[in-house]
């Protein structure tokens, strides 16, 4: 069974950081393009960081480039590091994957789509 679980949301001042985690079971992150996305309340999903599954390149979003970095590690997670958190990064985070997939941040493009954690940043 693939799942997609993203985690570490909450409520944070503007300023601060978070860590969200995505985790992956039934799948290996090894040859999926993994996509950060996001969605605030009366708005589209939107892409925010995507990164390729063949030469690692990042497409960050104008909103997010200087403050959030992706990462992974060997435990087939990955991670999205918001700093600097604005309160316009409010809104419900989600991690998807795209098999063979490249860093454009499609949303139509994605093949699995975890359930979404919130951020809420005060100001």
């Known amino acids: 069974d693939v799942q997609l679980q993203a985690s570490g949301g909450g409520l944070v001042q503007a300023g601060g950081s978070l860590r969200l985690s995505c985790a992956a079971s039934g799948f290996t992150f090894d040859d999926y393009a993994i996509g950060w996305f996001r969605q605030a309340p009366g708005k589209e999903r939107e892409g925010v960081l995507c990164?390729?599954?063949?030469?690692?390149?990042v497409y960050y979003a104008d909103s997010v480039k200087g403050r959030f970095i992706i990462s992974s590690d060997a435990a087939n997670v990955v991670y999205l590091q918001m700093n600097n958190l604005k309160p316009e990064d409010t809104a419900v985070y989600y991690c998807?994957?795209?098999?063979?997939?490249?860093?454009?941040?499609?949303?139509?493009?994605?093949?699995?789509w975890g359930k979404g954690t919130q951020v809420t940043v005060s100001s």
């Open positions: 990164i390729s599954s063949s030469d690692g390149s």
């Open positions: 998807a994957a795209d098999y063979l997939g490249g860093n454009s941040c499609a949303l139509e493009g994605m093949d699995y």
